[in-house]
T-cell receptor, first 115, second 109 residues
Framework: EAGVTQFPSHSVIEKGQTVTLRCDPI?????LYWYRRVMGKEIKFLLH????????ESGMPNNRFLAERTGGTYSTLKVQPAELEDSGVYFC?????????????FGPGTRLTVL | AQRVTQPEKLLSVFKGAPVELKCNYS??????LFWYVQYSRQRLQLLLR??SRESIKGFTADLNKGETSFHLKKPFAQEEDSAMYYC???????????FGAGTRLAVHP
């Protein structure tokens, strides 16, 4: 079974440009999460989808970040316009069902560098 | 506030030595704690969870509610244990993980 996939693996853009990250969860997983690790700091939660609905977006840093999950399958995270402090590794994770806790399976991450 | 603290950024040991990676947490209620590991050029993966009380790859972790700790231990480190280790707290109804900053374990031959 294919794991969580993310595209691209690396992205280098200039400040002010737009970047869109994509995450394909494990097939059948209703829960999809975005996390971010900024250099030298902890991995921080950004938001959580249950199917196509945003369950919790309390971790989104500001309105330059927009996440979507149309049809409850893959998700995109758009940063517009990108700032220097947005550099980091963006992880996507998915988990099945609605149990209190299910293991979250992580993708390989997208390394974003904003110059 | 819900928080996970891993005080050591780097832990360097020799092969065969005991290892203890420290993790302290702050959480009101009954915590659910996990250790995740990221080996070089691999994705983040679950190592173990406290509710399972299991030993994975020789690692164990005991939840100590009195000391609010969940330290990861292994009696004899192996070179293949070298990786980044993250302690994480499951934030209940919000269904998100709260991670510590991670500890890099380097096991030398």
């Amino acid at each position: 079974e294919a794991g969580v996939t993310q595209f691209p693996s690396h992205s280098v853009i200039e400040k002010g440009q737009t970047v869109t990250l994509r995450c394909d969860p494990i097939s059948g997983h209703d829960n999809l999460y975005w996390y971010r690790r900024v250099m030298g700091k902890e991995i921080k939660f950004l938001l959580h989808f249950v199917k196509e609905s945003k369950q919790d977006e309390s971790g989104m840093p500001n309105n330059r970040f927009l996440a979507e999950r149309t049809g409850g399958t893959y998700s995109t995270l758009k940063v517009q316009p990108a700032e220097l402090e947005d550099s980091g590794v963006y992880f996507c994770a998915s988990s099945p069902g609605s149990m209190k806790y299910n293991e979250q399976f992580f993708g390989p991450g997208t390394r974003l560098t904003v110059l | 506030a819900q928080r996970v603290t891993q005080p050591e950024k780097l832990l360097s040991v020799f092969k065969g030595a005991p290892v203890e990676l420290k993790c302290n947490y702050s959480y009101s209620g009954s915590p659910e704690l996990f250790w995740y590991v990221q080996y070089s050029r691999q994705r983040l993966q679950l190592l173990l969870r406290h509710i399972s009380r299991e030993s994975i790859k020789g690692f164990t972790a005991d939840l100590n509610k009195g000391e609010t700790s969940f330290h990861l231990k292994k009696p004899f480190a192996q070179e293949e244990d070298s990786a980044m280790y993250y302690c994480a707290l499951f934030s209940g109804g919000y269904n998100k993980l709260i991670f510590g900053a991670g500890t890099r374990l380097a096991v030398h031959p």
